[in-house]
C-alpha cells in the first residue's frame, strides 16, 4: 500500500521558486496568520490543485486552535471544506478535469483499500481527515486534494455554493452519524443534544425519515429559535439542569427513540444516556477529550445501542441530490460572510459564536 | 392493559386448601430450602399450568442468592428455566393443551403490548423476565407460566430434554445479545470474553454465521480448554492481564470485528472497547451492578457500535429448528445431572463451578 | 391451533332471536343489497362487536361484485375498513374494553401463530384478510372482529375519522407493499403506476423517506392533477402507450431506483420493468387475475428485485403517529361523504369514480 | 467518465513487434482455437499484465461457443477466471507491484463511479464483466486487466490455487446472487435448482448461515450425489417432473423460505416460483435467454421476493479469508485436471460435463 506524500517529509527549500498564495495558518496554540505560502503543486498521480472559491470554518478548527488536536502541527493550513475550480491533475485522475466546479470533501478517500471498499472512507488506510489536518487545507487560496477521483465531487450547474459548502463536512456529518447511525424512522420520537450547526444539520437530516417529533435540548435561547425555524418539534432549554425530566415528562415517561449527540462532554453524553426508551439508540457524533460514564448497571437490559463515527462522506451523492431537488437547504444555517482575506476577522466572529449569534460563516474568494 | 396477577398481593391463606408440591425457595441473603409450597393453578385465562420434567439453574439465580436482585423477595421460588409437561390452561389459552409437552422460556410476552409487536418481548408491558423473579418460578415440582401461547413452545418428538433446557435461557440469551447484536459475519474475527455457559454459548451460536476465527479469553484453563472443544479457534488466558496485547497480537494489529462481552465486570467490558478495530461491534451480554468508563476520547470516530440486550426468545423457535436439525448441540454444555429432588446438592455443586468444572447442571423429576 | 368461528358453519336458524340490523350484502356477481341482518354476537373468547361509525369502500370491494374473488360467497356482509366504538368484548380480549374508539385492521392476526411472529399477519393461521371475505365485515351497523387486542387500534383522542379509516386498509398497504417493499431512501427516484387511491397513498406515503423526484404514471388526467397536489413530482400520462420512454428521458437514460406497481395487471407491470435501474426495486402492491411476463433475458443480470405482500398493518401504529402529529393527511383522500344507509348510492359513486372524479368515499353511521 | 481502451479499437498493426503468446480464441459460433496472440501490454495507467498461473472453464464460455452472447466477437481470447503473477502495471497502480501473486476477479471495477460506489461492481460504467468478453481474457498465458488496483486481490501465503481460482467467479456468484440475496438464515429451509458448478457453489455458501435443510434439485444423479457429499440434506431427482410435489411434501405443504435458481431456463424458474413459503426469497442466479411467465396471479399476496443479480464480487475479500482458515474449501468441485496447452482437451471434457462427471476443470500454465 503506497502513502500519500506527507508534506512535513518535503524540505522548506523545494518550494522556493513555486508560485504563492495566501493562506490561513496554523501557528501553534492560540496562533493563526493569513500569510504567503507556496502555491501547491500535483504531487501523487491521484491528485488535483483546486482553487477554492468559497470556504468555511469548522468548531474543529477552534479546537485545532486551542491546542488540542496534536495530529496538527506549527505551520500547516488550516480547513477540510470547500467548493472550488480544478486547476490541475495528476496522471492517473479520470473522472476530473481543469477547469471542473467541485465540491471537496472533507474525507479523503482512496476507494482501494480494504476499509474504502466497505465503504469506511473516514478510515482510508491512506487517506481519512487530513485536509487542514496532516496535510495542508482549504483555507487558503488554493489546495492540493489527494485520491481527487474518490474525494471530490462534480457541482451541479447553477447550484449554491452556499448551501454546497454545507456538504463538505456538516451535512455528511450530522447526517451519517446522527441520522443514519441512529437508525431514525417514520414516526419515531428524536432528540438532539446540542443546537450548534451539527445539531442544526441533524434537524435538517433527520426529517429525511418523518419523525414524528425532534426535540432539541441546549442551553442558548438563540440557537434554540433557529431550531425551532428548522423543524424541531420542541425546544428544551437545558440551563437549569432540568433536561432529562423535561424530555421524559414530554414524551409520557416513555423515553426516545433516538438520542444524538452533538456537542462532546460528558454531560450531554450523560442525558442522552438517561433519556432512551428500552430499544433506542443513541448515535454520538460530538469529538470527545474525555472518558463518559457508561451506566451498565441500568442499561444492560434495556435493548440500546451505542454508536460512533467519523464522518464517511458517503451519503454525498444523496445529499447533493436533495439540495439540486430542494428538499434539502443547508444556506439556512449561513449567518455571516466574509471575504477570503477578511478570514482573521471571520474567525474572530465564529470563535464568538453565541454573542455574534454565528452559525457558519462563509468565506468567498473572488 | 390488564396486569399479571402478582402472587405478592394475594394472602398466604388463600393456597391452605390447595395440594403442595416440593420448590425450591428463596429465603432472603445466603438463605435457600427445598420445601412444601402450594401446588399452583391457573389465575388468568392466558395461564397455563406446568408439571416440570427438567430444569437447571443459572448465574442469575447465585446473584439472587447474594442478594444482587431487589426484585426477587423472600418466599420466592426460584428458577426460569424448564421443560415439563402441561396440566392445564386457562380459558383463552389456544395453542397449548393438557398433556402436551413444552419448553417454557425464561420470557414471558402478552404478544399484544407496543413493545412485543416489535418483537421486544423481553419489555413485555406485563411480561418480560417474571418466572423466578416477580412470580414463583421452574425449580419446583410445577409452574404457573402467564402469556402461554406466546411463553412456551411445542417440543418436537425425541427430541432431547438436555439440550432443550438450555434453550429456556442460555442459547437464545448469547445468541440475541451476543452473536445477533454483534452481527456476526462470515469472515469475522470474533472474541468473546467469559467462557462460562453463557460465553460458550456464544461459542457454539457464533458459529451459525461462519466467522473465520473465533478468539475465547477467560482466567479458567478448564474452561478455556471447553471453548477449543465447541469450535473456538484460539484460547488466551487473561490471568496475567495481558490478554489486549495478545489479541492485537493475534489481529496482525487489527483488532476484532465483533467482542462479546460475557462477564458483567468493568474490567471485561474495558477488555472488549480495547480490542475492536474500526467499524467493530460490542455486544454486551453481561449483567452489570456497576457503571463502565466508555472511553469515548478514543472510540469517538472509530465507527464502532456498543449493545444491550435483555433476551427476547425471539430466536427460539429458529433454534429449535437447529436442534431438530442436529446442528446445534447445546447438550455439550451439560457437566452435572441431579434429580430434582437432590437440588440443594446441585447449587453446591453449580456454587463451586471452577472447583467442580461445573458449566450447567440438569435436574429431572421423576 | 384453533380456527376461527367460520359464519359458514352456523346454521342460520341459530340467529332468529337475536337483535337484528342493517348491512351492506353480496348476493353474488353483481348484487348487493343494504338489508337487515342478525346483530353479531361475540363468539370466540378473543372476539369483539364493534358498532361501526365510520367505514368506507374498497377497489376490491368492486371487485368481489364482479366475482372475481370466489372465497367470498353470497350472503356474506362486505367491508374490512372502518372505525367505532366496542360494545363488547369476549373473556381472553384484555386490551379493549364496552365504550373503546377503535380502529378496524384489514387484517385479522392471532399474534401467536409463527407467521404472526414473525410479522407476516396477512398470513395468520388463523386471520389475514377474513372481514368481508370469509368472515361478515364492516359495512354494517356493527361487526364482530376476532383477535381483537391484535386486530383493533386504540384512536387517539380528537382524531379526525376520515383521516383514520384510510389506515385501515389503503395507508398500510401503499407504504408496506410499495414503499417499505420498495426500499424507498432518500434522494430516490421513484415512479409510481396508477394514480387510484391506492398509489395515491403511496405517493403520501413515499414522502416519509424524502425521494428527490416521484413520478406518476396514469390515464386519467384528474388523477395525476391531485398527484401533483399530493407531493408527485413529475406526471406522466400513459394513454399513448409511451410512458416508459417519457420516464427514461426523464431520468436521462437511467431509470428509477424504484418502480410502485398500484394497478395489477401485465401492462402495468411491464412498464415497471421497462423502467427499472440496475438495482433498481420493483414493488408489486395491484391485485393481479393473471401471470405477467417477466423479462429475465434482460433482467438476469440487473441486480434488481421484485416484491409483492399482501399487506401485514404492522406499519398501523406507526401510521397513527404520523397522524396525530399532522405529518400525514390521509383525509386529503376522501372526495365524497354518505350516510352509511345511503351506501347503495356510495357504491354506485364510487363504482364510477373516473366520471365522478371518485377516491374515497366516507359512510358515517349516525 | 474515461473509457477502457477497447481492443477492437486499434489496429491490428500495432501488435506487429510484440512479443507473442498462446491463447484460446473464439472464431465465431462453434469456433476455438489454442494459436499465438501478441502478448499484451499495459495501455491505460490503472492496468496490470498478468501471468496467468492456472485458469479454468465457466459455463458461460459454453454459452458463447454456441453464439449466444453477442457481445463477444471473433478474435476474442475467451476466460475470466484465473491466478497468476503480475509482470508489469501502470502508473496509477498502487496496490500491486511486479511479481505479487494475484486472484483475478471476473468482474473490473474501477471503484469510482456512481455504480461501484454503491458496491455495484458488476454495472461498473468502465469495467463490469469485460474479460473474455469485450476485452481479451484468461485463457492465455498473459492477459491485460484494466483498474488492477480494485480487480485483483493478493493471493495468501501457501494457498492452494485450485481453491482460489473458484473465487475469480463461480463461488462469490453463487454466494452473492444465491446465498446472500436469498437472505439464507439459520434454520432456514432453502431449495437449491440445478447441481452445475455454481449451484454446487451454493450448496458449499448456504451453509455459512447454518439452514436446517438443503434441498438440491436436479436431473443428473451423479450431480446429486456430489450435492448430498457438499452439504445437501436432501437430494430430489426432478426426471420425472415431480420435483415441485415432492418438495412440498418434505416441507410438510409449507414450501422453502429460500429457492436459488442455478440453471437459467424457465422450467427451472417454474419450480422456485412453486415451492416458495409465505415470506420466501427466490434468488435467481440463472442466465437466462427467455421471458419466463411470471405467476402474479398466485404470488401477488404471498409476500415473496425475487432477485437477479450479475457477481459484484464484493464478496471476494471475505470468501478469500474463509478460504484461508479452512472453513471453505472449494477445491472439492475440481474434477479434471490439465496443462494449459492441452485446454483444447479441457473444453471437450468440460463439453461433455454428464458424460465425463466434470465439474470445473484446471488448467495450469508451466
Request: glycine share 0%.
Given at each position: 500500500m503506497t502513502t500519500i506524500a506527507d508534506e512535513r517529509m518535503i524540505p522548506a527549500t523545494v518550494g522556493t521558486t513555486q508560485a504563492t498564495m495566501k493562506a490561513l495558518v496554523y501557528g501553534g496554540p492560540g496562533q493563526r496568520t493569513w500569510t504567503s505560502k507556496p502555491k501547491p503543486v500535483v504531487r501523487d498521480p491521484g491528485d488535483a490543485v483546486v482553487r477554492i472559491t468559497t470556504t468555511t470554518i469548522c468548531g474543529t478548527d477552534l479546537h485545532i486552535l486551542k491546542g488540542d488536536v496534536p495530529s496538527v502541527t506549527p505551520g500547516r493550513i488550516l480547513g477540510h471544506e470547500g467548493i472550488g475550480i480544478v486547476e490541475s491533475v495528476g496522471?492517473?485522475?479520470?473522472?476530473f478535469h481543469a477547469g471542473d466546479r467541485v465540491l471537496i470533501s472533507c474525507i479523503s478517500a482512496c476507494g482501494i483499500c480494504d476499509l474504502c471498499r466497505r465503504g469506511m472512507y473516514s478510515h482510508c488506510r491512506t487517506g481519512g481527515w487530513i485536509l487542514g489536518n496532516t496535510i495542508d487545507g482549504t483555507q487558503a487560496e488554493y489546495v492540493r486534494t489527494p485520491h481527487a477521483d474518490t474525494s471530490l465531487y462534480h457541482v451541479p450547474a447553477n447550484a449554491d455554493e452556499d448551501a454546497l459548502?454545507?456538504?463538505?463536512d456538516i451535512l455528511p456529518t450530522a447526517f451519517e452519524c446522527g441520522v443514519l447511525n441512529g437508525q431514525v424512522q417514520p414516526g419515531d420520537t428524536v432528540a438532539i443534544v446540542g443546537a450548534g450547526p451539527i445539531g442544526l444539520a441533524a434537524v435538517l437530516t433527520a426529517q429525511f425519515y418523518s419523525p414524528s417529533a425532534i426535540l432539541m435540548i441546549d442551553l442558548d435561547a438563540n440557537r434554540l429559535k433557529v431550531a425551532g425555524d428548522l423543524g424541531a418539534t420542541a425546544l428544551i432549554d437545558s440551563s437549569d439542569g432540568l433536561a432529562v425530566e423535561r424530555v421524559m415528562k414530554l414524551t409520557g415517561g416513555a423515553g426516545v427513540d433516538v438520542a444524538i449527540e452533538a456537542v462532546g462532554v460528558p454531560a450531554t453524553f450523560d442525558i442522552c444516556q438517561a433519556i432512551l426508551a428500552p430499544g433506542g439508540r443513541l448515535a454520538n457524533i460530538g469529538v470527545h477529550g474525555k472518558p463518559a460514564t457508561l451506566h451498565l448497571e441500568k442499561?444492560?437490559?434495556?435493548n440500546i445501542r451505542i454508536t460512533t463515527r467519523l464522518v464517511d462522506t458517503a451519503a454525498t451523492p444523496m445529499l447533493l441530490k436533495l439540495v439540486s431537488s430542494g428538499k434539502l437547504q443547508p444556506a439556512k444555517l449561513v449567518t455571516h460572510r466574509f471575504a477570503l482575506g477578511d478570514i482573521m476577522k471571520a474567525y474572530d466572529t465564529f470563535g464568538n459564536a453565541a454573542k455574534e449569534r454565528a452559525l457558519k460563516v462563509i468565506l468567498q474568494n473572488g
Open positions: 496522471a492517473a485522475v479520470t473522472a459548502v454545507m456538504l463538505s442499561l444492560w437490559d434495556r
